[in-house]
T-cell receptor, first 113, second 110 residues
Framework: DVKVTQSSRYLVKRTGEKVFLECVQDMDHENMFWYRQDPGLGLRLIYFSYDVKMKEKGDIPEGYSVSREKKERFSLILESASTNQTSMYLC????????????FGQGTRLTVV | KQEVTQIPAALSVPEGENLVLNCSFTDSAIYNLQWFRQDPGKGLTSLLLIQSSQREQTSGRLNASLDKSSGRSTLYIAASQPGDSATYLCAVNSNYQLIWGAGTKLIIKP
């Protein structure tokens, strides 16, 4: 079975802190994605990556950056956390090419105080 | 621009009933459609994936259909159980990205 693992289930950070959310997949998938999920807004794509060291902006990249130094790991970085970044963050991976099944991690509930 | 709608937003039914969740999309040029389940505070579990060339997929008590020409998919759950209570999301794979519906929150009453 494909496994996508996010480093933390729950995280509480202070405003202005630099925050790292880590995601690791074990199936050699080329594509990796970061979403955030908010009540009433659904899932929104922040960034995605098609390959090592490649990144593409999604719908809401402002305030975020990403890093993909190894194929299996995709990190989401909040450069200076703000309260409006309190949310559920979901990582996903899939094989390359169109029409591939996406697999998700268990989510990280981030609270910025 | 692709838009995905799920109806109803919430559904509450007694245990044992068969039920149908609906997902509609505006652009029929899709690669596939995927149904997910999400338990409160947790990540997404993939239930079924239907490729654009397929009409339906089945897994246990779940059956998903796809009518690309009319822009519709349904998720049929047979003999519902309290453990089926969750939010069900559909996502359309369009232009290499997933476009999401808002979900249907399902409650199965014992």
């Amino acid at each position: 079975d494909v496994k996508v693992t996010q480093s933390s289930r729950y995280l509480v950070k202070r405003t202005g802190e630099k925050v790292f959310l880590e995601c690791v997949q074990d199936m050699d998938h080329e594509n990796m994605f970061w979403y955030r999920q908010d009540p009433g807004l659904g899932l929104r794509l922040i960034y995605f990556s098609y390959d090592v060291k490649m990144k593409e902006k999604g719908d809401i990249p402002e305030g975020y950056s990403v890093s993909r130094e190894k194929k299996e790991r995709f990190s989401l970085i909040l450069e200076s956390a703000s309260t409006n970044q309190t949310s559920m963050y979901l990582c996903a991976s899939s094989r390359s090419g169109a029409g591939r099944e996406a697999f998700f991690g268990q989510g990280t509930r981030l609270t910025v105080v | 621009k692709q838009e995905v709608t799920q109806i109803p937003a919430a559904l509450s039914v007694p245990e044992g009933e068969n039920l149908v969740l609906n997902c509609s999309f505006t652009d029929s040029a899709i690669y596939n459609l995927q149904w997910f389940r999400q338990d409160p505070g947790k990540g997404l579990t993939s239930l079924l994936l239907i490729q654009s060339s397929q009409r339906e997929q089945t897994s246990g008590r779940l059956n998903a259909s796809l009518d690309k020409s009319s822009g519709r998919s349904t998720l049929y759950i047979a003999a519902s159980q309290p453990g089926d209570s969750a939010t069900y999301l559909c996502a359309v794979n369009s232009n290499y990205q997933l476009i999401w519906g808002a979900g249907t929150k399902l409650i199965i009453k014992p």
